[in-house]
């Protein structure tokens, strides 16, 4: 059977219209894309009218722009939750302060960098208070020396006191009103005040106060000596002045984000707070030595907030240096990822424009 000519011609010009309709229908899908988030100031947060904000937001806006995406804002609850939503598919991008780390690139593919940053550690700017203090003086060290120490005194003045207790009037020869006058004079011996007011006169009495007097300079010394070792451990127990002293402190984090995984990889166990607020009160309240979490969020949020400007203090000292990515869902039986390769292509151009430091510099100042 032949088709004429015309027939033949119209189911072309239908085929090349059906091909250029699938073909818009896959532009429109793949530039139209849902870009999940997550609260994390200064990266991605919502301002007073709802709107997203931020350096991760503005970045891809700018991203966006160039390469002609529309989107959709997603939010997510934490930055591990963020994650396992682009690997399922649930987003096709995630953007906020997402470190990259290979457990997490085993199940999204990550673009460049975006910022490169590090975990930091916040403090108590303010020192231990009488309290914290008067706990580390009254140890058990320090107890048992008191008690050794008063021991000592008793022993010393009970000797002295059966040598005076018939023939001087300063020792009374009844053992209750005797002794204590005997230790007082031991305690103001050693002491080296000196009151006068109680002295030995027999030959055996000022022999062994003699003794007593040599003794006590040894012996007075060293008791300085566990005080200031005491007070001295208490001060180092309440400051951590680095990643070295989280071992020996009570540390918190954030669950459900990479320092908290950090911390336990140390060997540390951190109490887990759920938000960030929440970290930084029990901080400031003395309840943990150290919360650790993203340098430059710790810093944004302390300089931006009245009640932590004061009292919370962001260590120069970094847990790790880490970089932030952007997360793209994978692209299946592919060897390459075109959305991630077009992410990468406007990152670069936004780097190099400087546009990205720009941005950077409008949340963070000069960093």
């Known amino acids: 059977m032949t088709v004429p000519r015309g027939v033949l011609a119209l189911l072309v010009v239908v085929g090349c219209l059906g091909v250029a309709s699938d073909s818009r229908a896959q532009s429109d899908e793949a530039t139209h894309l849902t870009v999940g988030t997550k609260t994390v100031r200064p990266f991605a947060y919502q301002d007073p009218a709802g709107r997203w904000t931020g350096i991760s937001i503005e970045l891809w806006q700018e991203i966006a722009r160039r390469r002609g995406y529309t989107f959709d804002w997603v939010e997510a609850p934490n930055t591990d939750e963020l994650v396992q939503w682009v690997a399922t598919g649930r987003v096709d991008v995630g953007i906020a302060a997402i470190t990259m780390k290979p457990s997490r690139a085993d199940i999204v593919d990550f673009s460049n960098s975006m910022f490169e940053s590090g975990v930091g550690i916040a403090v108590s700017a303010i020192g231990p208070g009488p309290l914290a203090m008067l706990s580390g ?153 150290a919360f650790v979490h993203d340098r430059p969020v710790l810093l944004f949020e302390v300089t931006h907030d009245d009640d932590w400007k004061e009292s919370v203090l962001v260590l120069s000292d970094m847990l790790r240096e880490e970089e932030y990515g952007i997360a793209v869902r994978p692209t299946e039986g592919a060897l390459k990822n075109r959305l991630r390769d077009d992410i990468n292509h406007a990152l670069l151009e936004v780097k190099i424009a400087g546009t990205l430091r720009e941005i950077e510099t409008r949340y963070l100042g000069t960093r």
């Open 137 to 289: 003086v009254v140890s058990p060290r320090f107890l048992g020396t008191v008690a050794t120490l008063a021991a000592l005194l008793l022993a010393v003045g009970a000797a002295v006191w059966l040598f005076e207790r018939r023939s001087n009037p300063d020792f009374e020869p009844d053992p209750r009103r005797g002794l204590w006058s005997a230790f007082w004079w031991s305690a103001v011996t050693m002491t080296t005040v000196g009151y006068g007011d109680k002295a030995p006169k027999t030959i055996g009495g000022r022999l062994l106060g003699l003794v007593w007097m040599f003794a006590s300079i040894v012996m007075i010394s060293g008791f300085t000596a566990v005080i200031a070792s005491s007070l001295t451990t208490q001060r180092l127990r309440s400051q951590v002045t680095g990643a070295e002293d989280l071992h020996d402190v009570r540390v918190g984090a954030k669950s459900g984000e990479n320092p908290a995984e950090i911390l336990e990889q140390r060997g540390i166990r951190p109490i887990l707070f759920d938000t960030l607020r929440g970290g930084l009160d029990a901080l400031e309240n003395g309840e943990i030595a």
